[in-house]
């Protein structure tokens, strides 16, 4: 069964320093989100893309964050300069026609 | 963004069924009533979803009032491997359909 990569799986940074998550959606959808969990919360949606094009990034820190998928595949999500704050789960998820997002495993942030 | 309304945590015994409730007093007439859940240390995944009509698949059901105000997703029984996050959640069914996760209910259950 496809599923949605993401890695790494787990990131230690040290605050000011950069980082950045990778995604690779399952074959074939076009809608991809990044979300955000912190502990004991729900996840949180930073931006999401429909192909190439950001439809929503109205939740994302711009001043810090940034994302892109250039080719309408797979995705990169930034984050520069990394704060205490940005400790988290961050969260892939693809959808195809249907209703359903995939969610990947998550990369766990933690800044120190 | 219509929001949604679910107790922090719930006890279930094993093999027994489960009804996880959920309030959404402000949904709209296009919005659709999904159901995820999430295992510890794991993305969440979709359980069910539903517009008007009671649904049924292999994983739970879900009941959703006349009014549709409020939802129930239904396990027939639990399972410790049912010990999840559930989360209910409205998906705007205009635009870009997006959706928006609450902090939802943590089931656990009890061998």
């Known amino acids: 069964e496809a599923e949605v990569a993401q890695s790494p799986r787990y990131k230690i940074t040290e605050k000011s320093q950069a980082v950045a998550f990778w995604c690779d959606p399952i074959?074939?959808?076009?809608?991809l989100y990044w979300y955000r969990q912190i502990l004991g919360q729900g996840p949180e949606l930073l931006v999401q893309?429909?192909?190439?094009?950001?439809?929503?990034d109205s939740q994302l820190p711009k001043d810090r964050f940034s994302a892109e998928r250039l080719k309408g595949v797979d995705s990169t999500l930034k984050i520069q300069p990394a704060e205490l704050g940005d400790s988290a789960m961050y969260l892939c998820?693809?959808?195809?026609?249907?209703?359903?997002?995939?969610f990947g495993p998550g990369t766990r942030l933690t800044v120190t | 963004d219509a929001k949604t309304t679910q107790p922090n945590s719930m006890e279930s015994n094993e093999e027994e069924p489960v009804h996880l409730p959920c309030n959404h007093s402000?949904?709209?007439?296009?919005?659709?009533i999904h159901w995820y859940r999430q295992l510890p240390s794991q993305g969440p995944e979709y359980v069910i979803h539903?517009?008007?009509s009671n649904v049924n698949n292999r994983m739970a059901s879900l009941a959703i009032a006349e009014d549709r105000k409020s939802s129930t997703l239904i396990l027939h029984r639990a399972t410790l491997r049912d010990a999840a996050v559930y989360y209910c959640?409205?998906?705007?069914?205009?635009?870009?359909?997006?959706?928006?996760f609450g902090t939802g209910t943590k089931l656990q259950v009890i061998p």
């Open positions: 402000t949904i709209s007439g296009t919005d659709y």
């Open positions: 074959s074939g959808h076009a809608t």
């Open positions: 998820a693809s959808r195809g026609n249907s209703y359903e997002q995939y």
């Open positions: 959640i409205l998906r705007d069914f205009e635009g870009y359909q997006k959706v928006t």
């Open positions: 539903g517009l008007t």
């Open positions: 893309f429909q192909d190439e094009s950001v439809v929503d």
